[in-house]
């Protein structure tokens, strides 16, 4: 296992501390407030960026009840006006609570500077300032209630091709202006303006994404290494750059690419992409606590379209604002820079990226994301900047080639991993 960016950043990251990465948001703004009082202050699990539960209001509350960590003079954060959202003010008050108890929270485990990751220790020293103080909390503002935040449970059926209807299963959807995200790695898909007669169910037609990748001329700009060490493998069966950019040439149907697939030992069920599900509308988001819908993913010879029988009845008010899906890829060079997809794999599971490690560790290189692959810190998509391990030649990315199927070796990512969007 191998650290991906500098090694006093992964030091800094982990242990009982915490996990740094490298994120960022647009607001810190979730206004749900309740009031708390000293016997409920007792916190028992671990709370990272992007996190959205009530035991982010209560950390808030508690430090707000310190001049030196307060989240925010005023407006959402502030005294009174605390939120149930982990964003920049929050984290930026816990590295103030980790480096004012530094000898006890970071020194224990080798660290000078907080990391804004509430981990064991952390938990530790607020504990025992709750129990010696016993301070009540009371914020003044005790409206919407958490629970208004939608809930995703689970999906049925949780395998479909183009065109088939998805059922959602869960809480507190609304009426109308539900937003169905389906989300691993670079690859977002968005359905917008999904209607719930009874805020526990939703329905949408599943329409695979438009996954972007590499053209041509971008593969060819890469690294002169990474460019010969994804032709070697092709090229050795008798191909070229075409059989990457152009998949599945002479193949005319699904079921031939089925065939050639299980000659040479791989399976055709391994093109569904395997998605997160998260569910948001004007009250919050929720998410799956894992990939629970399989799709399977847009292929050049797939013509089947929706039919009107599909498009009738309550589905059709969930289909009039839908978002076509796209791939979402951002590069910012704060950890390591990630060129987006350079090609599914064309005869198994994930996608093909280039990263580079902008630090010199050693990281540089292809990596595998495997279906399903979701970050364990931060953002549900993996986007620069990124920060965690990986393992070197792990990963390997099964691809077609005029008849065969043949694999080109890359890195692999390894948790815990963060990214931010």
């Known amino acids: 296992m191998k650290h991906f960016f500098s090694r006093s950043a992964i030091i800094t990251s982990l242990a009982c501390v915490g996990i740094v990465s490298v994120f960022f948001t647009t607001q810190n703004f979730f206004p749900y407030i309740q009031k708390v009082n000293a016997t409920e202050l007792a916190f028992t699990s671990i709370l990272r960026f992007g996190d959205s539960n009530n035991d982010v209001l209560r950390l808030q509350q508690f430090l707000n009840q310190d001049s030196g960590t307060r989240v925010a003079s005023f407006g959402p954060g502030s005294s009174g006006y605390e939120t149930d959202y982990f964003g920049p003010a929050t984290r930026r008050a816990v590295i103030k609570f980790q480096e004012k108890y530094a000898v006890e929270v970071l020194h224990p485990v080798g660290l000078t500077s907080g990391s804004g990751f509430v981990g064991s220790f952390t938990l530790a020293k607020i504990n025992s300032l709750v129990s010696s103080k016993k301070t009540a909390v009371s914020p003044t503002v005790t409206y919407p209630p958490i629970s208004i935040i939608p809930r995703v449970d689970s999906v049925n059926p949780n395998r479909v091709r183009r065109g088939e209807v998805v059922t959602v299963r869960g809480e507190n959807f609304l009426a109308s202006g539900n937003t169905v995200r389906l989300r691993y790695g670079l690859i977002e898909a968005r359905f917008q303006n999904v209607a719930s007669v009874d805020g526990k169910t939703m329905e949408f037609v599943f329409i695979p994404p438009d996954v972007l990748t590499m053209s041509k001329e971008e593969i060819q700009s890469l690294p002169q290494n990474i460019y010969d060490d994804l032709l070697r493998p092709v090229e050795a069966l008798g191909g070229s750059i075409e059989d990457i950019v152009n998949p599945y040439r002479g193949i005319k149907s699904e079921t031939q690419l089925a065939s050639i697939m299980t000659k040479n030992g791989r399976h055709f069920d391994s093109l569904y992409d395997e998605f997160y599900v998260t569910v948001e509308n004007k009250n919050g988001r929720g998410h799956s606590n894992g990939p629970i819908l399989a799709g399977l993913r847009k292929l050049p010879f ?120």
């Open 302 to 421: 797939d013509e089947k379209t929706l039919s009107k029988k599909t498009l009738l009845g309550p589905i059709m008010s969930s289909l009039q604002s839908v978002v076509a899906p796209s791939v979402y890829a951002q590069g910012i060079t704060l950890g390591g820079y990630n060129s987006g997809i350079i090609m599914y794999c064309t005869c198994g599971g994930g996608f093909l990226t280039f990263m580079t490690d902008i630090s010199g560790g050693g990281g540089t290189g292809l990596y595998h994301f495997a279906a399903g692959y979701i970050p364990t810190v931060g953002t549900g998509l993996v986007a620069a900047p990124q920060l965690g391990f990986y393992r070197q030649n792990g990963g390997s990315c099964s691809i077609y080639v005029g008849t065969a199927c043949t694999s080109i070796t890359s890195n692999a990512p390894q948790n815990p991993w963060g990214a931010a969007l």
